[in-house]
C-alpha cells in the first residue's frame, strides 16, 4: 500500500482533514454563505425556497482548492438538503442557482450531490481554540440545518468516534506487513493497537446520546438527513434526469468499512454487501482507494489461524470481538433514536436501508469472522 497520506488519511485524525476545514468560502460566494448561515431562520419562516429561486447562478470554477471545493460541497448539499425537506409538502426539483454549481462541484470531488457523512461530519467543524489540539471538546460545527445542540452534537460527536478510531489505522497497515512478514509476536502487538481504538470509537459512539436527545433527532434532525427516493429530484439548468440518492449514512463512514477490510470480515449477506458497496461511492475518492488496497492486502486473519502458536488467533479474535461489541452498541443506538419512534417509514434509514436487519446481520457476519 502507499502511505497513508497518499489517500488523504492521518494517523492522528484518521479520515477527518489533515488540515481544519475552511470556514469560508471567497467573497464571491458571499450568497451561498449568507443563505446557509440563516438557514434555520428561513425555514422557519417558511422563506427557504423563495430565498434560494432568487440566488444567482455562480460559477464554482474558480473554486480549485481542495479545502474550497469541501466548504461549497458542505453548503450546496446543505442548502440542497433543505430546499427539499425543510418546507412543507417535498418538492422534486432543485433551481438551476443551487443545481448547477452543486453538479459540477459534486462532479470534480466524484461524489453524489446530496447531504452526506463526508460534507456533514468530516468537513464540518471548526476548532474552538486554534491553539489547542483537536479533539470532541475543542471543536463547534460551521453548518446546521435547524441549529441547536442537538443537532450540534450529533455531527460532532460522529466525528469524535472517527478522531477515536483514528489511532486503529496505522496498526492494520502494520499487522497486515507483520503478516506477510511472518511475524506473529509484531502481529500481537498491531492488533492489540488496533482493539484498542475499536474499543476507544465504541464509547466515543455512546457519547452521541449526551447532549444529543432521542425525540429531537428523529424528528428535527434526521429529516433533513434523508435521501432523494423515486421519482426522484431534477436538477434544473442541468439536465432532465431526475436523481435517487441516498441520505446521510453511518455506512458512508470510511473507518468501520476500514476494520472489516484490515480484519478480513467479509459481508456476503443480500441486505449487507451490496449497501456497503453501495455506500463507498458517497465516500471521498482517496478514502475509496485505501478500503479498496486494504483489502487486497495481505490477509491478517489467514496468517493469524495458521500460526502454530495459539496467540496470534487470539489477539486476532480479541479485535474482531471489539468490532462485534460496536456493531451490538449501534444496534441499541438505533433502537432508542429510530425504531421507538418509526410508524410509516418501514424501519426505513436514511440511507434507505431496513436498518435493523442490516444492522443485526453485520453483526451476526463480523461476529462468525472469529477464528474460535
Not at 454487501?273 to 458517497?282: C, D, E, W
Request: glycine share 10%; proline share 7%.
Amino acid at each position: 500500500m502507499m502511505p497513508m497520506g497518499h489517500y488523504g488519511i492521518t494517523e492522528s485524525r484518521g479520515f477527518l482533514p489533515a488540515t481544519d476545514p475552511l470556514d469560508r468560502l471567497p467573497e464571491r460566494y458571499a450568497a451561498w454563505e449568507d443563505v446557509a448561515g440563516n438557514g434555520s431562520t428561513l425555514i422557519m419562516a417558511g422563506r427557504l425556497r423563495q430565498t434560494v429561486d432568487r440566488l444567482p447562478v455562480l460559477d464554482p470554477g474558480p473554486l480549485v482548492d481542495g479545502r474550497e471545493l469541501e466548504r461549497a460541497m458542505l453548503l450546496l448539499t446543505v442548502l440542497a438538503n433543505a430546499y427539499v425537506r425543510g418546507e412543507g409538502p417535498g418538492t422534486d426539483r432543485l433551481p438551476p442557482s443551487l443545481a448547477r454549481p452543486l453538479h459540477e462541484v459534486a462532479r470534480r470531488l466524484d461524489r453524489p450531490p446530496i447531504v452526506a457523512h463526508a460534507s456533514i461530519v468530516l468537513n464540518n467543524w471548526r476548532r474552538i481554540d486554534p491553539a489547542l489540539p483537536l479533539s470532541v471538546t475543542n471543536i463547534d460545527t460551521q453548518v446546521t440545518f435547524l441549529g441547536g445542540i442537538d443537532e450540534k452534537w450529533f455531527y460532532l460527536a460522529t466525528a469524535g468516534v472517527e478522531l477515536a478510531g483514528a489511532a486503529g489505522l496505522a496498526p492494520l497497515l502494520r499487522a497486515q506487513r507483520a503478516a506477510a512478514a511472518g511475524d506473529g509476536g509484531a502481529l500481537i502487538a498491531e492488533l492489540t493497537a488496533v482493539t484498542s481504538a475499536i474499543a476507544a470509537a465504541t464509547d466515543a459512539l455512546m457519547a452521541i446520546e449526551k447532549w444529543c436527545d432521542h425525540y429531537v433527532f428523529y424528528h428535527r434532525v434526521r429529516p433533513f438527513l434523508a435521501g432523494w427516493p423515486e421519482p426522484g429530484i431534477r436538477f434544473e439548468g442541468v439536465d432532465d434526469r431526475p436523481r435517487v440518492l441516498t441520505g446521510g449514512s453511518a455506512a458512508q463512514s470510511s473507518l468501520i468499512q476500514a476494520f472489516d477490510a484490515g480484519l478480513d470480515i467479509t459481508h456476503d449477506a443480500p441486505s449487507t454487501g451490496g449497501f456497503l458497496a453501495g455506500m463507498r461511492r458517497y465516500m471521498p475518492a482517496g478514502h475509496r482507494r485505501f478500503l479498496a488496497d486494504l483489502r487486497a492486502g495481505p490477509s491478517v486473519r489467514e496468517f493469524a489461524g495458521a500460526d502454530r502458536d495459539p496467540k496470534p488467533a487470539g489477539a486476532y479474535d480479541e479485535a474482531v470481538r471489539a468490532l462485534t461489541a460496536l456493531r451490538h452498541k449501534h444496534i441499541g443506538i438505533a433502537a432508542r433514536y429510530i425504531r421507538r419512534f418509526e410508524r410509516d417509514d418501514g424501519g426505513k434509514g436514511t440511507g434507505g436501508s431496513d436498518f435493523v436487519h442490516f444492522l443485526r446481520t453485520s453483526r451476526e457476519e463480523t461476529a462468525r469472522g472469529r477464528l474460535r
